[in-house]
């Protein structure tokens, strides 16, 4: 009898501070940090009893000097100009996933394809359409196979080798924001960087986080926000890929910003976009980027590699319409 009392008041004390904790959690606000990073912005909403703005600005601070080619003083910005400069352990990180990646893509995602998106009109500079004598002698630089991390230091079989981390480092910007929120004991929180996201636990209406994915449709202004679909995107990463916003006309003729690290010339092919979730933020940007490289039929051939990976492909059809394609889990908003 006396087991069955004891027993009956732990369960009834658990019971009251599961309340408890419940309540308190409920009660904390969600507060908001915003600015500008990489070259664009971040929007963070997190629920705490305490502001962590300073501690998410130093966190993107240090990614920032190390993997923004924006900043000239980054050691990103060092390498390229074969500077003497060890790398830390951020661009390590994300110089060694990027690596991975290429060599699982076959080169599709390629961190060292920045002269052949500048020569193309994109990037820092804005060069008439380039020859192909032009693009040839560039492709003699342009390979992830020709840089390598060596005792400790980046080796690269061209000085003229540059290397670009923009389709990564704004995902493993969010992971690093993320990590820290968590280490402080932040449970629910949504963190974005240029359109890359992850989320944590619950929004502040209590309900999971879904996020919008924007139909793609020319918009080179950025003002198009018209959703193609709404995900739920709770305790996982999400990052989009695709040729709608960052594209020129010449001589009648469309010109993408994705750039085929094999050909050097823009891709030509019916993937409009390319959403990826997936356990972190680097992950998914990056692999977003080299589906939009890939196109759709190559893209499902490696995602059966890759059951950890869900996706969200617009393409256009036979017809020229938009279709859309995506993984058999992934959980679609009813109809």
Not at 222 to 234: G, R, S
Request: hydrophobic content about 40%.
């Amino acid at each position: 009898m006396r087991k069955k009392l004891v027993q009956a008041t732990f369960l009834l004390l658990l019971i009251v501070g599961t309340i408890v904790i419940i309540r308190q959690q409920q009660a904390l606000p969600y507060r908001k940090a915003e600015g500008k990073i990489f070259g664009t912005y971040y929007h963070i909403t997190y629920q705490t009893d305490h502001a962590l703005d300073r501690q998410i600005s130093e966190v993107l601070q240090r990614v920032d000097a190390s993997l923004s080619t924006f900043n000239s003083q980054s050691v990103i910005s060092k390498i390229n100009r074969n500077e003497a400069v060890k790398p830390n352990e951020m661009f390590l990180r994300v110089f060694e996933l990027g690596q991975q990646i290429a060599r699982e893509t076959g080169g599709a995602f390629d961190m060292t394809v920045a002269p052949l998106v500048n020569a193309w009109g994109f990037g820092f500079r804005s060069d008439t359409k380039p020859t192909t004598a032009a693009i040839d002698s560039i492709r003699q630089f342009v390979g992830y196979d020709k840089v390598r991390l060596h005792l400790g230091r980046i080796e690269k079989q061209d000085p003229r080798l540059m290397l670009d981390c923009s389709a990564i480092a704004k995902g493993y910007g969010v992971d690093c924001v993320a990590a820290l929120l968590r280490q402080e004991g932040v449970k629910n929180f949504m963190v974005e960087i240029g359109g890359e996201v992850i989320t944590s636990g619950i929004n502040p209406e209590r309900l999971p986080w879904r996020i919008g994915v924007v139909k793609p449709t020319d918009d080179s202004l950025q003002v198009n926000q018209e959703l193609q679909t709404v995900l739920n995107v709770t305790n996982r990463a999400m990052a989009t890929s695709g040729n709608y916003r960052n594209f020129y006309y010449r001589d009648g003729r469309k010109y993408a910003h994705t750039i085929d690290p094999q050909t050097g010339k823009p891709v030509a092919h019916s993937l409009l976009s390319a959403t990826v979730l997936a356990n972190n933020c680097a992950t998914a940007d990056a692999y977003a980027t080299a589906f939009m490289v890939m196109g759709i039929e190559k893209a499902k051939a490696l995602l059966k590699q890759h059951p950890e990976l869900m996706v969200y492909f617009i393409y256009s059809d036979e017809q020229g319409n938009n279709a859309i394609y995506h993984s058999d889990n992934l959980e679609l908003p009813a109809e």
